[in-house]
Structure formats: C-alpha cells, structure tokens
C-alpha cells in the first residue's frame, strides 16, 4: 500500500479550482433567461390582472402555447411587448 502525502499547497490548489468552477457554474446559469414563463410570472413581471392578459392573448398581442390547462409565454415575445410600448 502506497502512502501519498498531501500537502497544505496541494489542499490551496484545490479550493482555488473547486472555487473557479463554481463561479463558472453559477455564472453560466444566471446569465440565460428561462425561455418559458407561466401566466403568473408573466402577470407578475407585466403587473398585470388575469383579465388584462386573457385579452392580450385573445387580440394576439401576445403570442401563448397552451399545454394542458396552462398557458406558456416566450421570454423574448415579452421583451418585444415590453419594447414597443403596447398596453
């Protein structure tokens, strides 16, 4: 049976890297928007009643899949909304 020493430097050299690739991790994941909200985090981010957004899905506003009973927006159709100002 063989007998390896580790040292403190080796023991740095490890957090360092389990450190660095946490952050790479973490970072990666923060950056990209969920593609698919549902009707509650859309009224939430829009401020929105139930009402309000049944009429912009009924007057094609704002375009939806529905699956199930529930009903999917695409983050970058929100965006656009957002941008040109329609109420």
């Known amino acids: 049976m063989e007998i390896e020493l580790i040292t403190k430097e ?3 050299q490890l957090r360092m890297q389990l450190l660095e690739d946490i952050k790479q991790h973490f ?3 923060t950056s990209q928007k ?3 909200l549902k009707s509650a985090q859309v009224r939430d981010m829009l ?3 139930a009402g309000t957004l049944q009429t912009l ?4 506003t704002l375009k939806h899949t529905k699956i199930g009973g529930s009903f999917y927006y695409l983050q970058s159709d929100i965006d656009a909304l957002l941008k040109s100002g329609k109420n």
Do not use: P
């Open 34 to 36: 969920t593609d698919w």
């Open 27 to 29: 970072s990666g994941k």
């Open 57 to 60: 899905r009924v007057n094609g």
């Open 47 to 49: 401020s929105i009643s």
């Open 10 to 12: 080796d023991l740095r």
